[in-house]
């Protein structure tokens, strides 16, 4: 049975760019995506994803505010994929610290169209990590 993955991004070129990343392991299923963190945490308790790949800043709830409701309400694997959670960054300390399973910084900004080439790799990786899978 294929991984489950949510995409929690505000663009929705980088919600398909992810998608199509996580699509390309015939281990891993994108179940949905979401333009925000209110949005994606309505997402994760109807879809229950195993992971959930999550930017940070986004409108009407940004991605450490719904990582943060996220832990409290499910089993879901949370993988941070933002610009501003670069190594070190507060940011991505705080999601450390609040029980993301990575932090994955997006290459080129908010707009990464160079993601899959520069983090493709290290996504699936990840998500596959976060699942259990080899």
Not at 6 to 14: A, E, N, P, T
Not at 98 to 104: Q, S
Not at 106 to 116: F, N, R, V, Y
Request: hydrophobic share 45%; glycine share 6%; aromatic share 2%.
């Amino acid at each position: 049975m294929a991984v489950t993955v949510l995409v929690v991004d505000d663009s929705f070129m980088m919600r398909t760019l992810v998608a199509n990343i996580v699509k390309s392991d015939p281990d891993l299923s994108v179940v949905g995506d979401a333009e925000n963190g209110k949005i994606g945490c309505a997402k994760v308790a109807s879809l229950t994803p195993d992971v959930v790949l999550l930017d940070i800043e986004m409108p009407e709830m940004d991605g450490l505010e719904a990582l943060k409701r996220i832990k409290l309400s499910s089993k879901s694997k949370v993988i941070i994929l933002s610009s501003v959670a670069q190594v070190g960054s507060p940011q991505a300390m705080e999601a450390r610290r609040l029980g993301a399973f990575d932090v994955i910084a997006k290459p080129s900004g908010a707009m990464s169209l160079d993601i899959k080439e520069k983090r493709g790799s290290e996504i699936v990786k990840a998500v596959r990590k976060a699942a259990g899978l080899p």
